[in-house]
C-alpha cells in the first residue's frame, strides 16, 4: 500500500460521468480496467459442436459462470466516478470485480482514475469503502463519514469489521490533524494579541 496518509481525496468531488454520453460521443476515451482484467483472467472457453474451441467465455459473450462474473460486472451503470490516486495492481482490480459491485475506469485523455458503480441500491457506500481497501487505498476522509453504520447493508460481516475499522481510524486521524492545527491558530493568536 502506498503512503496516503497525507492524501486527502475529497468524495464532494466526485465526478459526475454519463457513461451513456461518454461511450456515444468517445468510445476511447475510457480504459474499463475491470473488464480487460476480467476477459484477461478467464481462461474457459465454450466449445463448438464440433469440438472447436471459440474465444473465452469473458471475450466471447461476456460472461463466464466458472469464474463468477456475469454480463453486467464490470459496465458503468450509476453516473458517478470516485478518484483514486493511482492504478491499483492488476490482481486488486480483479478482487474489486469479484468481490463488489464496481470496476476501475481510466480517463485516458486526462489519466484520471475512478472507482465506478456497475449495479445500483439504495446506499453502496458500504461496498464502496471496501473497493477502495482492496485497491490498496485508504477510505477517503468524506466518505469515512458517510458510509453507513448499519451493519452488512451491502458487504459481509467480515468486510463490514473491516471497513467500521479503517472509517474509525480515519475519523480519529482528521480529528487529530484538526487538534494539531486549531493548537497552531491558537499559538499564532497568541503573538498577535
Keep these: 500500500m502506498k503512503n496516503m ?34 476477459e484477461d483472467s478467464c481462461q474457459h472457453k465454450i466449445q463448438d459442436k464440433d469440438g472447436s474451441s471459440r ?8 460472461y463466464c459462470e466458472q469464474c463468477g462474473f456475469s454480463e453486467d460486472d464490470c459496465e458503468p451503470m450509476m453516473n458517478y466516478g470516485y478518484p483514486l490516486c493511482y492504478l491499483p495492481e492488476e490482481d486488486k482490480i480483479v478482487k474489486i470485480v469479484k ?64 471497513i467500521m475499522k479503517e472509517c474509525k481510524c480515519e475519523l480519529e486521524n482528521i480529528q487529530r490533524r484538526a487538534d494539531e492545527r486549531i493548537k497552531k491558530i491558537m499559538d499564532s493568536l497568541k503573538t498577535v494579541e
Excluded at 476515451?29 to 482484467?37: C, E, F, L, P, T
Aim: aromatic content about 10%; some cysteine; overall charge negative.
Design 5 to 38: 496518509e497525507m492524501i486527502s481525496i475529497k468524495m464532494d468531488m466526485a465526478h459526475f460521468i454519463d457513461w451513456h454520453d461518454e461511450f456515444k460521443e468517445s468510445p476511447d476515451k475510457w480504459m474499463n480496467h475491470g473488464r480487460r482484467m476480467a
Design 55 to 62: 474465444e473465452t467465455n469473458m471475450r466471447y459473450s461476456g
Design 99 to 162: 468481490n463488489t459491485c464496481l470496476t476501475v475506469m481510466e480517463n485516458q485523455n486526462t489519466g484520471e482514475y475512478f472507482l465506478v458503480l456497475c449495479g445500483g441500491g439504495m446506499n453502496l457506500s458500504q461496498s464502496i469503502a471496501h473497493a477502495y481497501l482492496l485497491a490498496g487505498h485508504r477510505i477517503p476522509d468524506e466518505l469515512a463519514f458517510e458510509v453507513c453504520t448499519q451493519p452488512c447493508l451491502s458487504v459481509g460481516k467480515k468486510e463490514y469489521v473491516e
